[in-house]
Every structure is written in C-alpha cells, then in structure tokens.
T-cell receptor
Framework: NAGVTQTPKFRVLKTGQSMTLLCAQD?????MYWYRQDPGMGLRLIHY???????AKGEVPDGYNVSRLKKQNFLLGLESAAPSQTSVYFC?????????????FGPGTRLTVL | GENVEQHPSTLSVQEGDSAVIKCTYS??????FPWYKQELGKRPQLIID?????GEKKDQRIAVTLNKTAKHFSLHITETQPEDSAVYFC?????????????FGTGTLLAVQP
C-alpha cells in the first residue's frame, strides 16, 4: 500500500499562473485535509473534506479551491498564484469510526511562487 | 474557534537529559490531543496522543500529560538521543464532531547535543 501520496513533489510557478496539487490515498479514508506549512506558523488547515463530493473551508482558504470527485483523491487548486502562497503543502487523511483519530500525512509538495 | 499555543519554540538539551514541551488550548470542548514529530524534509508523524478522559499516557521514553482544568498538555521525552532531534507539534481537536479538525501549535525545534 502506498498510503498517502502527493503529486508533484516540487513546483516553481510565476505569479498569476495556475496549478493543481493531487493527493491520493489507498487507505479508504473518509476524511481528507490540505494544510500549508510556513516557518514559525505550524500547520494551517486550508480546506478539508468529510467524504466524496464534499468540501469545506479551513483556517486559511482564500486563494485556493478544492474538489473531491473520487473518495481516494483530493485536489487543491491555485487559480492565480501569488508569492504569499510559497509554502510546503501537506495532505492528510483520517478514517471514520471509533479509534480512528490519527491523521496520516503525505510527503508534501514544496511550491515556490516567483 | 480553537487556538493552540506551544512553548518553547526552540529547545536544546544534552544527550541523556529530559525535554519538556508545553501547549495550551482555548476550547474546553477539545478532547483529543496528538503530538507529531517532523524530521527535516519529512512529513509529520504521530508519536503519541491522549484523550480527555485520561490524565497521562506513556510509551517507552515518551509521555504526555493533560490538565483539563488548566487546558494544558505537555510532551515529556526522557533519556534523549540525537535521533530525537526534530520539530515537534502539538494539536487539539474535538473528537466526535463533524470534522475532527486538528488545530496545530507553531512547533518546537528540539536539538539533542551528543
């Protein structure tokens, strides 16, 4: 099992360009989350999904959109990238039910916006 | 909404000494408190967690304590080793809610000097 994977690992964008980050999981987890990690800021929740076809805003949603068309995939889109979106992006997943509190993180995507 | 504060931001100890990292949370409804370890360039990984019906939990050299009244929880690492060097994040969430969103602290960089 691959667990949680993220594509791409690295990306450099110019201001105004768009891109989509893909999170894929083979753990059959209902919950999926997108975080960004900046120095001194910890991990901040951008958007999340509680199941296929659902999405909701987290702490810092502005400038991002998401989609969860299939249970195993959670896409994070940047329509018009800005330098302030330079960050490391982590996807995480969590199961549903008793004893399933743990969030499992993907390897991260390092994004630089010039 | 929930807010989690974490101290110290950096901690340097000698190999074999103990290390303590402290977090406070604001939402009294929070009932799940995980700790994640993140090595340089890697993904965060769960090392221990505690639920609000328990005051202390131990796993070999790692322990977590929770004071619900004061809304404090702490990570204790005994007999530190160089491989314990990493960034540690605390987090809080409300289990059983619709989303189980985790709110993270800003992280503690632990350096264990050999």
């Amino acid at each position: 099992n691959a667990g949680v994977t993220q594509t791409p690992k690295f990306r450099v964008l110019k201001t105004g360009q768009s891109m989509t980050l893909l999170c894929a999981q083979d753990m059959n987890h209902e919950y999926m989350y997108w975080y960004r990690q900046d120095p001194g800021m910890g991990l901040r929740l951008i958007h999340y999904s509680v199941g296929e076809g659902t999405t909701a805003k987290g702490e810092v949603p502005d400038g991002y959109n998401v989609s969860r068309l299939k249970k195993q995939n959670f896409l994070l889109g940047l329509e018009s990238a800005a330098p302030s979106q330079t960050s490391v992006y982590f996807c995480a997943t969590r199961g549903e039910g008793v004893g399933t509190d743990t969030q499992y993180f993907g390897p991260g995507t390092r994004l630089t916006v010039l | 909404g929930e807010n989690v504060e974490q101290h110290p931001s950096t901690l340097s100890v000698q190999e074999g000494d103990s290390a303590v990292i402290k977090c406070t949370y604001s939402d009294s409804a929070s009932n799940y408190f995980p700790w994640y370890k993140q090595e340089l360039g890697k993904r965060p990984q769960l090392i221990i967690d505690i639920r609000s019906n328990v005051g202390e939990k131990k796993d070999q050299r790692i322990a977590v304590t929770l004071n619900k009244t004061a809304k404090h929880f702490s990570l204790h690492i005994t007999e530190t080793q160089p491989e314990d060097s990493a960034v540690y994040f605390c987090a809080a969430s409300m289990r059983g809610g619709a989303t189980n969103k985790l709110i993270f602290g800003t992280g503690t960089l632990l350096a264990v000097q050999p």
